[in-house]
């Protein structure tokens, strides 16, 4: 069973801190993304990573940076919250070359900036 | 831009009859769609998927079809059942996109008994 994992379910944190959003899968995907999902918005990617010290951006980089150094970890830096980065934040991870593109989703991360 | 576009955000159906969710898309380039159901507190969960080059495809209750000439998919459950409820989202990749997903706005299903 496919398990992708989060640091944290809730998370409340003031305007300028740093905060760093932890996931971790044990399937030995190569890919792993981050998502925002937000009402009417549906889900968007942050950033995404093919293999260890890989990164891509997604549609809405803005404000968020990336590190991946372990295949199964994969963690969301926001350098300096800011409130219109509260939102649910959801992890995801998959594999390559089955052109199957499933990918498996960890249970989200609620974030609150004050 | 939204390339994946969900129009319904809500629907409710009575139970046992069919659900039927909407989705359209406007990149030409995706080739493979996908829907997700997602219940409150949880991550998304993958349900089924559509290659192009099919029209169809089924498991269970649940029938996604494909219309690529009008860039239009849908979702079929029937019949409906109260675990029904959730919000599903369909997603759709290109196969030049590495596996990346665009995900369209979501539908919240409602299943009354």
């Known amino acids: 069973d496919v398990k992708v994992t989060q640091s944290s379910r809730y998370l409340v944190k003031r305007t300028g801190e740093k905060v760093f959003l932890e996931c971790v899968q044990d399937?030995?995907?190569?890919?792993m993304f981050w998502y925002r999902q937000d009402p009417g918005l549906g889900l968007r990617l942050i950033y995404f990573?093919?293999?260890?010290?890989?990164?891509e951006k997604g549609d809405i980089p803005e404000g968020y940076s990336v590190s991946r150094e372990k295949k199964e970890r994969f963690s969301l830096i926001l350098e300096s919250a800011s409130t219109n980065q509260t939102s649910m934040y959801l992890c995801a991870s998959g594999t390559v070359g089955l052109r199957t593109d499933t990918q498996y989703f960890g249970p989200g991360t609620r974030l609150t900036v004050l | 831009d939204q390339q994946v576009k969900q129009n319904s955000p809500s629907l409710s159906v009575q139970e046992g009859r069919i659900s039927i969710l909407n989705c359209d898309y406007t990149n030409s380039m995706f080739d493979y769609f996908l829907w997700y159901k997602k219940y409150p507190a949880e991550g998304p969960t993958f349900l089924i998927s559509i290659s192009s080059i099919k029209d169809k495809n089924e498991d269970g209750r649940f029938t996604v079809f494909l219309n690529k000439s009008a860039k239009h998919l849908s979702l079929h459950i029937v019949p409906s059942q109260p675990g029904d409820s959730a919000v599903y989202f369909c997603a759709a990749s290109s196969n030049f996109g590495n596996e990346k997903l665009t995900f369209g706005t979501g539908t919240r299903l409602t299943i009354i008994p």
């Open positions: 990573s093919y293999d260890v010290k890989m990164k």
């Open positions: 399937m030995d995907h190569e890919n």
